[in-house]
């Protein structure tokens, strides 16, 4: 909330905006995003690169075709659905 109230927040617990270049905010971050009912991270030029929300149940997050590759690998028997597969399969 102190982090939010200078912010101008409706609500001081919402719509707060973390920068991740300050050990604090990554903090918060840490400790908070896991309860969270959305949490949007973006790069340095606001460009979207994930989205997470409090159901647990998935992951959003936008990478290169490299960085997918890895992440595949990484997650062993967990799958990895392209966002446009999914839409295409909810048709």
């Given at each position: 909330?102190?982090?939010?109230?200078?912010?101008?927040?409706?609500?001081?617990?919402f719509g707060i905006e973390l920068?991740?270049?300050?050990?604090?905010?990554?903090s918060l971050l840490r400790a908070f995003a896991l309860?969270?009912?959305g949490?949007?991270?973006y790069d340095a030029s606001?460009?979207?690169v994930a989205y997470f929300s409090d159901t647990g149940s998935s992951l959003?997050?936008?990478v290169t075709d490299a960085e997918a590759?890895?992440?595949?690998?990484?997650?062993g028997r967990l799958s990895?659905?392209?966002i446009g597969e999914l839409k295409a399969r909810r048709r």
């Open positions: 909330m102190q982090v939010g109230l200078p912010q101008g927040c409706g609500d001081s617990g920068d991740v270049r300050q050990p604090k905010h990554v309860w969270s009912i949490v949007e991270l606001m460009r979207w959003s997050f936008n590759a890895a992440v595949r690998a990484s997650l990895m659905i392209p």
